[in-house]
């Protein structure tokens, strides 16, 4: 079956302007998260939707950031007002809790960046 | 959160069994142990999990120590294609939040 999706699979944006980045998890997943990566550095966690729970939002580096997951399905991160260290590599994963088992499915990625 | 300490780079030879550490040494009793690797411009995959017991798939073994301070991910025989970033990472008990660090750039030479 399809994987997980994002899109745009890159952006470029002038500082001050507002961004939305959109993830398409896996048909079924009901776990939802964020991620960024900057140039050579490892994933940092951004945000995290759970079925119906109300999402972990504490990577979330500022109040710029913020994000929704409508239907329990698409999941979209706004960026407002960005600036250039917003420049990343923004990455979305989706899984099924089953227990203790948690395999995260990664999209491609939207490389994002800021003028 | 238990934080994971690894190599920040190692070699292999092709065909010969690569060995990534890993030390997690706050690690609490009810929480896993998660490798992931990434290859270039690709987003992290999925390799194995552990808590307490050895595991082993298609893929890698994973040897958890007794204290389970410590593992290692094995891969048998490497390939080429096993060139990439290898994340030992440790699940956030109660959540389902992975914690990326650095992790280890794996070369695997010809």
């Known amino acids: 079956g399809a994987g997980v999706s994002q899109s745009p699979s890159n952006k470029v944006t002038e500082k001050g302007k507002d961004v939305e980045l959109r993830c398409d998890p896996i048909?079924?997943?009901?776990?939802l998260y964020w991620y960024r990566q900057s140039l050579g550095q490892g994933l940092e966690f951004l945000i995290y939707?759970?079925?119906?729970?109300?999402?972990?939002k504490s990577g979330l580096p500022s109040d710029r950031f913020s994000a929704e997951r409508t239907g329990g399905s698409v999941s979209t991160l706004t960026i407002q007002r960005t600036q250039q260290e917003d420049s990343a590599v923004y990455l979305c994963?989706?899984?099924?809790?089953?227990?203790?088992?948690?395999?995260?499915?990664f999209g491609p990625g939207t490389r994002l960046t800021v003028l | 959160d238990a934080k994971t300490t690894q190599p920040t780079s190692m070699d292999c030879a092709e065909g010969r069994a690569a060995n990534l550490p890993c030390n997690h040494s706050?690690?609490?009793?009810?929480?896993?142990v998660y490798w992931y690797r990434q290859i270039h411009s690709q987003g992290p995959q999925y390799i194995i999990h552990?808590?307490?017991n050895n595991e082993t798939n298609e893929m890698a073994s994973l040897i958890i120590t007794e204290d389970r301070k410590s593992s290692t991910l094995i891969l048998p025989h490497a390939t080429l294609r096993d060139t990439a970033v290898y994340y030992c990472i440790v699940r956030v008990e109660g959540t389902d939040k992975l914690i990326f660090g650095t992790g280890t750039r794996l070369q695997v030479f010809p």
């Open positions: 048909s079924g997943h009901t776990a």
């Open positions: 706050t690690i609490s009793g009810n929480e896993y």
């Open positions: 994963a989706s899984s099924l809790q089953r227990g203790s088992y948690n395999e995260q499915f």
């Open positions: 552990g808590l307490k």
């Open positions: 939707f759970q079925g119906n729970s109300a999402p972990d």
